[in-house]
């Protein structure tokens, strides 16, 4: 039952992350449509903002979820229950945190803080491990220690992709006072063409780790 639980559980990462994604891919080009009106384009960043928040839940979930279906499926029996827990409480906080930056509009600094740090633990802790399995110096299934290293390079295209989207603020707010213009527009637009080559890239790897997932030994 437990390995069926956390199977179910571990496949909804990947629907709700992609799910997620794609509905955000297309809000997004709602605020680049010049049909649109500046409060219908206020509405579909509202709504981006909203369904964003599927994809980052299931990164944060991603990895507790796969380390507890490693164990259940005895290809991680050196990690004990306390290490697991430990994984979990840490995924648990952390995604308390996300969620507390996206309902308070990322306003109390301290919070946003607090997020960067565990992600960049995430990403340096998944990628060492990762390396690690890969060369033999840890007892890791090599397809794990790959979906670790596929994990790490997921947290980094989205530290990325915050990176690229910081630009989107200016042109919109400007938009929103003043209305449309080309030059808000052609800003808009620039900023989006920059970020949807490394979403893109984000969906390969995710299609990598399920294709990693489907080859595993039963």
Not at 126 to 135: K, Y
Request: some cysteine; glycine content about 10%; proline content about 6%.
């Amino acid at each position: 039952m437990a390995e069926t639980l956390f199977t179910l559980l571990h496949l909804l990462i990947l629907v709700y992350w992609l799910g997620g994604d794609l509905g955000a891919f297309y809000s997004s080009s709602i605020l680049t449509d010049a049909k649109a009106t500046p409060p219908q384009r206020a509405t579909a960043l509202r709504i981006l903002m909203a369904v964003d928040m599927a994809p980052r839940t299931a990164l944060i979930l991603a990895l507790p979820t796969g380390l507890t279906l490693g164990v259940v499926k005895g290809w991680l029996p050196d990690l004990g229950l306390p290490a697991l827990l430990a994984v979990w409480a840490v995924g648990l906080v952390w995604l308390a945190l996300a969620w507390a930056v996206h309902m308070n509009h990322g306003k109390q600094p301290w919070q946003r803080q607090a997020d960067l740090v565990i992600r960049w633990a995430a990403l340096l802790g998944c990628a060492g491990f990762g390396l690690a399995g890969m060369a033999g110096l840890l007892f890791l299934p090599h397809f794990i220690a790959a979906k670790l290293l596929i994990l790490a390079t997921a947290i980094s295209l989205g530290l990325l992709i915050r990176l690229l989207l910081r630009p989107l603020m200016a042109p919109f707010g400007q938009m929103m006072a003043g209305g449309a213009t080309p030059e808000t527009d052609a800003a808009i637009k620039g900023v989006l063409a920059r970020t949807r080559p490394v979403v893109m890239l984000l969906w390969l790897l995710l299609l990598m780790a399920a294709l990693l997932g489907l080859g595993t030994p039963t």
